[in-house]
């Protein structure tokens, strides 16, 4: 009997050591609620041509919509000649005067770099026979967002459209 006395305090401090261990682990493995499942992102496919249009022209979404846009150059023309971005603009932007700037802008691939903080979402400039993609997050505030190639003449021309929000 003297020697189980003997070992029980020993016994309940191993025990009370790896409790102590163990609690914060436990702490640390509980799993935090599941955040709700984002909707897929819709698809919106954007053709560009030689005729320097956008089709379509138009895109409707609700705040906070998730869209992936997929810029298709169909064209035959040369790259020196043809090519094609998608640029969507904050509600309110100046689109004219981001065009004059990225025309001014061919090292950076006709994207003004003073102006980027207008920009929502943009691809990068393709030829024809290419595509590019964004994905991005629709904005909250409903209204107009226009969006455009920025290579020269294009949105003149007709390489442009608009998001409508609401």
Known sequence: ?????????????LVLALVLLVMPLAAQTKTAPAAPAKAPARTVVISAGDDMKFSPTEITAKPGDVIKV?????????????RHNFVLLKTGSNQIDFVEAAA?????????VAMKAMIVAQTKLIENGQSAEVTF???????????????PGH????????????
């Open 137 to 151: 997050t629709v904005p909250s505030k409903p209204g107009n967002y226009p969006y455009f190639c920025t290579f």
């Open 70 to 82: 997929r810029l298709i150059a169909i064209g035959t023309q040369p790259m020196a000649t043809m």
């Open 104 to 112: 001014k802008s061919a090292a950076t691939d006709y994207i003004p």
């Open 1 to 13: 009997m003297k020697e189980v006395m003997r070992i029980v305090p020993k016994v309940y401090l």
């Open 155 to 166: 949105m003149a021309a007709g390489a442009r459209g608009k998001l409508i929000v609401k």
